[in-house]
T-cell receptor, first 110, second 114 residues
Framework: EADIYQTPRYLVIGTGKKITLECSQT?????MYWYQQDPGMELHLIHY???????EKGDLSSESTVSRIRTEHFPLTLESARPSHTSQYLC?????????FGPGTRLTVL | GQQLNQSPQSMFIQEGEDVSMNCTSS?????WLWYKQEPGEGPVLLIA?????ELTSNGRLTAQFGITRKDSFLNISASIPSDVGIYFC??????????????FGTGTRLTIIP
């Protein structure tokens, strides 16, 4: 199973702040993904990466941006957080044809 | 985008009962995956299916890849309290071979009544 970590687990922040959600994996997998999920609802892909220096937008439009400078890290940034960004953000990595998820970051923007 | 219709949306069952849920789509999928998610956590992979007609078990869980490639079902036998959670199906479209993107179903929330 893939070891994938997300920090912070919970974040409460005021409107207008810049935030970065961290995602890291120890397995050296090339493909990584970010999903946004409202409580109890389906997951929506917002970003993915094939590998270093590769990032693509997902199926759901998002004001967030991502970077992939190192294989292990795939951080997500919001330049100016708004209440509409309140959600759970899940990071995943691919082993074979199977996606494995981190524990998620629950973001609340006041 | 593509939609996966998952049913039922929620289930309230007694401990010991069997559970059945399914996902259907108008599109053909190459891969079907079933995940379970507990509150405040990320989804955990339960079963992966790769061939039409494939039937795979993982303990008390059994899942099948539909012959038409447009559906899949998950059964849980003799439910126990720790089965509580939200179950998601996910499929990979042929057009997503290479990027391995997944389309997720809307989820089935399982509650066990004492």
């Amino acid at each position: 199973e893939a070891d994938i970590y997300q920090t912070p687990r919970y974040l409460v922040i005021g409107t207008g702040k810049k935030i970065t959600l961290e995602c890291s994996q120890t397995m050296g997998h090339d493909k990584m993904y970010w999903y946004q999920q409202d409580p109890g609802m389906e997951l929506h892909l917002i970003h993915y990466s094939y590998g270093v220096n590769s990032t693509e937008k997902g199926d759901l439009s998002s004001e967030s941006t991502v970077s992939r400078i190192r294989t292990e890290h795939f951080p997500l940034t919001l330049e100016s957080a708004r209440p509409s960004h309140t959600s759970q953000y899940l990071c995943a990595t691919l082993r074979g044809s199977e996606q494995f998820f981190g524990p998620g970051t629950r973001l609340t923007v006041l | 985008g593509q939609q996966l219709n998952q049913s039922p949306q929620s289930m309230f069952i007694q401990e010991g009962e069997d559970v059945s849920m399914n996902c259907t789509s108008s599109s053909i999928f190459n891969t079907w995956l079933w995940y379970k998610q507990e509150p405040g956590e990320g989804p955990v992979l339960l079963i992966a299916l790769y061939k039409a007609g494939e039937l795979t078990s993982n303990g008390r869980l059994t899942a099948q890849f539909g012959i038409t490639r447009k559906d899949s079902f998950l059964n849980i036998s003799a439910s126990i309290p720790s089965d509580v959670g939200i179950y998601f199906c996910a499929g990979q479209l042929p057009s997503d071979f290479g990027n391995e993107k997944l389309t997720f179903g809307t989820g089935t929330r399982l509650t066990i009544i004492p």
